[in-house]
């Protein structure tokens, strides 16, 4: 049986504006998608955020709704533009303009893994590429704007805390000779999509869990920063992206020894994130 195009747990009762949503760690993998790739079951699962929404579970009760996908990235990538389309993939499809992202193979429904290693040995027709949107896109986005805008009306601002992972060396070139190499990447788009007290709140629970942060580098924030980040409406979005090292073993795809310290870690972080936006704070803050 096919599965729904996403997971929506939802808290006994929602206390707080933060919504916390894991748009690449989908790993539902359709026969025929995997029958049509090239690569082998580890080398297609490098672009997944394995385990991502395992990270996640305690969140709900911290009256929190968690989002995760279902689909994985390598089929479909939420955090794209529905329009992200890549002429080099789909069969008799002209592309109106330049992105750097398709011009990559990472498009809506991607060309390429991590490492640039090509998924098909062809190309797709346009109605398949369509239905991966139709079913799975957006329902994904259409449930994730409903929580956000419930966020708006019952506490008066939402915040998106998207959740992602890194490979270990994505790190490489913003670590400084001499220092502590980074474990966690803030990506609020350069100020553009999260208010600077939150990005400062979320930063300072992280710091407190003894993580060391970067922000903005290597990684911004994508679509799901640029689309529902707004906050000048109150409403919010950081990218969090965590080194995958921290829990799990990168070759094997497996969670490692580390998995549950790291959770019960990560725990503490986000329920101090899900308090940022707890109603009572925040009028007591007014």
């Known amino acids: 049986m096919t599965p729904g195009?996403?997971?929506?747990?939802?808290?006994?009762?929602?206390?707080?504006?933060?919504?916390?949503?894991?748009?690449?760690?989908?790993?539902?993998?359709?026969?025929?998608?995997?029958g049509r790739s090239v690569l082998g079951e580890k080398a297609i699962r490098s672009s997944e955020d394995a385990f991502v929404d395992r990270l996640l579970d305690p969140v709900p009760g911290f009256g929190?709704?968690?989002l995760t996908a279902v689909a994985p990235r390598a089929f479909v990538d939420l955090n794209r533009a529905a329009d992200e389309l890549d002429p080099a993939?789909?069969?008799?499809?002209?592309?109106?303009?330049?992105?750097?992202?398709?011009?990559s193979g990472l498009g809506v429904v991607p060309?390429?893994?991590?490492?640039?290693?090509?998924i098909y040995?062809?190309?797709?027709?346009?109605?398949?590429?369509?239905?991966?949107?139709?079913?799975?896109?957006?329902?994904?986005?259409?449930?994730?704007?409903?929580?956000?805008?419930?966020?708006?009306?019952?506490?008066?601002?939402?915040i998106l805390i998207d959740m992602h992972s890194m490979p270990h060396e994505a790190l490489d070139a913003v670590t400084v000779p001499g220092r502590l190499r980074p474990?966690?990447?803030?990506?609020?788009?350069?100020?553009?999509s999260a208010s600077a007290a939150i990005m400062e709140a979320v930063d300072a629970a992280f710091a407190r869990a003894g993580l060391?942060?970067?922000?903005?580098?290597?990684?911004?924030?994508?679509?799901?920063?640029?689309?529902?980040?707004?906050?000048?409406?109150?409403?919010?979005?950081?990218?969090?992206?965590?080194?995958?090292?921290?829990?799990?073993?990168e070759a094997e795809v497996r969670p490692n020894g580390?998995?549950?310290g790291f959770q019960r870690i990560l725990s503490g972080v986000l329920s101090e994130i899900a308090m940022i936006g707890r109603a009572e704070d925040r009028l007591a803050a007014e």
């Open 121 to 158: 040995a062809g190309k797709l027709p346009l109605h398949e590429v369509k239905a991966r949107i139709s079913d799975w896109w957006h329902p994904y986005h259409d449930r994730l704007q409903i929580l956000m805008d419930e966020s708006r009306l019952r506490f008066g601002q939402a």
């Open 258 to 260: 580390n998995f549950t």
């Open 5 to 34: 195009p996403y997971r929506l747990t939802l808290p006994d009762r929602r206390t707080t504006s933060v919504v916390f949503a894991s748009p690449h760690s989908g790993s539902y993998y359709p026969k025929e998608f995997l």
């Open 212 to 249: 060391r942060t970067v922000r903005n580098m290597p990684f911004a924030g994508a679509y799901i920063a640029q689309a529902y980040g707004r906050p000048a409406r109150a409403q919010h979005v950081v990218q969090i992206e965590i080194d995958r090292s921290l829990y799990m073993n």
């Open 64 to 66: 929190a709704p968690l």
């Open 183 to 192: 474990e966690v990447v803030l990506g609020d788009r350069y100020g553009t």
């Open 89 to 103: 993939l789909i069969e008799g499809f002209r592309a109106p303009a330049h992105n750097p992202r398709v011009a």
């Open 111 to 118: 060309r390429v893994v991590s490492g640039g290693r090509a």
